[in-house]
Nanobody, 121 residues
Framework: QVQLVESGGGLVQAGGSLRLSCAASGSIFSINDIGWYRQAPGKQRELVARISQGGVTKYADSVKGRVTISRDNAKNTVSLQMSSLKPEDTAVYYC???????????????WGQGTQVTVSS
C-alpha cells in the first residue's frame, strides 16, 4: 500500500504565501509523475501543477508565475510553493502520485486526503 499525506494548508490573506508539502510512504519502488490538484466548492477537481520523475513541470494557466512545484526523489516528497494568493485559489488541495510499487509492477494512481487552503479578501 501507498499513502500520501499533505500538510501546510491554512488561512491566508490575499497576496500572501503558503507552502504545501506531500510525503509518500509505503511500498514504493519509484514515483513517476507527482503533483497537486484542487477542488473548490461546486467545481470540478483540476490540476494545479505536476512534476515528472525527470523534473519536467506543468502548471495550470491560472497559477503560472505564482507557484513553483519541486520534488525530492530520495525522500519521496513534493512541495508546492504558492505566492500572491487570490481568493480564487481557495480550495481543498490534493496530492496525487503515479507510483510503481515493485520492480515488475505497473503504474497506479494514489491520492492524499487533501488539505484546505482558504484565501480571504
Amino acid at each position: 500500500q501507498v499513502q500520501l499525506v499533505e500538510s501546510g494548508g491554512g488561512l491566508v490573506q490575499a497576496g500572501g504565501s503558503l507552502r504545501l508539502s506531500c510525503a509518500a510512504s509505503g511500498s514504493i519502488f519509484s514515483i513517476n509523475d507527482i503533483g497537486w490538484y484542487r477542488q473548490a466548492p461546486g467545481k470540478q477537481r483540476e490540476l494545479v501543477a505536476r512534476i515528472s520523475q525527470g523534473g519536467v513541470t506543468k502548471y495550470a494557466d491560472s497559477v503560472k508565475g505564482r507557484v513553483t512545484i519541486s520534488r525530492d526523489n530520495a525522500k519521496n516528497t513534493v512541495s508546492l510553493q504558492m505566492s500572491s494568493l487570490k481568493p480564487e485559489d481557495t480550495a481543498v488541495y490534493y496530492c496525487h502520485a503515479v507510483v510503481r510499487t515493485g520492480r515488475w509492477s505497473s503504474l497506479h494512481d494514489y491520492w492524499g486526503q487533501g488539505t484546505q487552503v482558504t484565501v480571504s479578501s
